[in-house]
């Protein structure tokens, strides 16, 4: 056990490192390279941009000190049986799910723009979970993963934070995890929804988590012993 906290509203947060997980939702290139399928929308993707170098060095001391790390990305089977037809026929024919967009189809596996961007490519042995939805435990192993590895705690970032984020933050705290959202790792096409997202999930004394910053969160990991990962099978 190795108990660290990170300063975060509405309180501070002590975590035990071997049962936390840092994970990093769909930050994938069609939604945060230029020419990608955000663009094409009209999207500025610089707003997004602005989260990677946070979400990189989040993840740097995540495997410096041996927590787990886990990535999303949203996306299709290629015959789109997975796929809500409410979802597919959102938005205008050429930009719908499963249509040709700038990087291979829209928001199906397997395409270029599905795949994570090269700056936060996982490393060897972290998990990918590949979800059809929003939120990252529906239809998805994620439940399973974090249940069998003892996770209690999640740290979140990724895009967007009012949509995906957000989605997965909820589910998470309906399922008994404490979240902890570093905001900057976070990032929206909307400055305002990703402002009033934050806000959203530390109100009323941290209704749906806690939200700190990657700095926070890195200056409570320097705490942590570099060894942590040979203590994450041992129980408190």
């Known amino acids: 056990m190795t108990l660290v906290t990170i300063d975060a509203t509405p309180r501070p947060i002590r975590i035990d490192t071997a049962r936390t997980a840092v994970m990093v939702i769909d930050m994938q290139r069609d939604f945060l390279e230029p020419g990608g399928f955000g663009e094409s929308l009209g999207n500025d993707v610089s707003l997004l941009a602005a989260a ?29 049986s997975d796929a809500p037809r409410a979802k597919v026929e959102r938005g205008l024919p050429a930009q719908c799910i499963g249509a040709a967009g700038p990087m291979g189809r829209i928001l199906i596996r397997g395409e270029a723009g599905h795949d994570i961007i090269p700056a936060l490519s996982p490393a060897a042995g972290e998990p990918v979970i ?24 999640l740290i ?36 305002e929804f990703h402002e009033t997202g934050l806000r959203m999930i530390a109100a009323q004394g941290g209704i749906l988590g806690w939200v700190s910053s990657s700095q ?21």
């Open 52 to 80: 990677v170098e946070p979400c990189r060095q989040l993840l740097a001391a995540a495997r410096k000190h041996g927590l787990m790390v886990i990535h999303t990305r949203e996306g299709h089977r290629a015959d789109l």
């Open 130 to 153: 590949d979800k059809p939805g929003k939120g990252a435990f529906y239809a998805t192993d994620l439940h399973a993963i974090l249940r069998n590895h003892g996770t209690e705690n």
């Open 156 to 191: 979140v970032g990724g895009v967007t934070t009012e949509v995906c984020v957000h989605t997965t933050v909820r589910e998470a705290n309906d399922r008994g995890y404490r979240c902890i959202v570093a905001g900057d790792c976070c990032a929206s096409y909307f400055p």
């Open 216 to 236: 926070s969160v890195l200056a409570a990991l320097s705490q942590a012993p570099r060894n942590v990962q040979d203590q994450q099978g041992e129980q408190p």
